[in-house]
């Protein structure tokens, strides 16, 4: 399922629940990208220092030691341009409208499938 879009984009993964990291590995590296990895938000910071050439950064909101707003907001101070993607778990009313003003270009609603993963990736770097 290698997607020519996609291949040899840096993508990190941030997510703390082990299970569904390794979920998003999988769907990831079939379509060709380069995978990084966080399971909390203050090494999600610490990757995205290192790596100024992220693409995509799947942000799970829930985290550890500094949740996905904030680390989001940080990575926003030198990464103004990254394309930032919510992972949660909430998809009330309001939710979208206050993780997009919250600095966060899309969100994807957990369980995460793996086609729709695919599609909100490309549409947001076609966006870009």
Known sequence: ????FLKGRKVLIVEDDQSSRLYLNKILERTGVILLNASDGQEA??????NP????????????????????EKIREFMPDVIIIAQTAYGLLGDKEKIIES????????????QNLIEKMISNLGKK
Do not use: C, H, R, W
């Not at 399922?1 to 020519?4: A, F, H, K, Q, V």
């Not at 950064?57 to 707003?69: A, C, E, H, R, S």
């Not at 966060?104 to 369980?111: E, R, S, V």
């Open 45 to 50: 910071i610490d990757v995205a220092l290192k």
């Open 53 to 72: 050439d992220i693409d995509i950064i799947l942000m799970d909101i829930q985290l550890p030691v500094i949740d996905g707003y904030k680390s989001t």
């Open 103 to 114: 600095g966060f270009n899309d969100y994807i609603i957990k369980p995460i499938l793996s």
């Open 1 to 4: 399922m290698e997607n020519e």
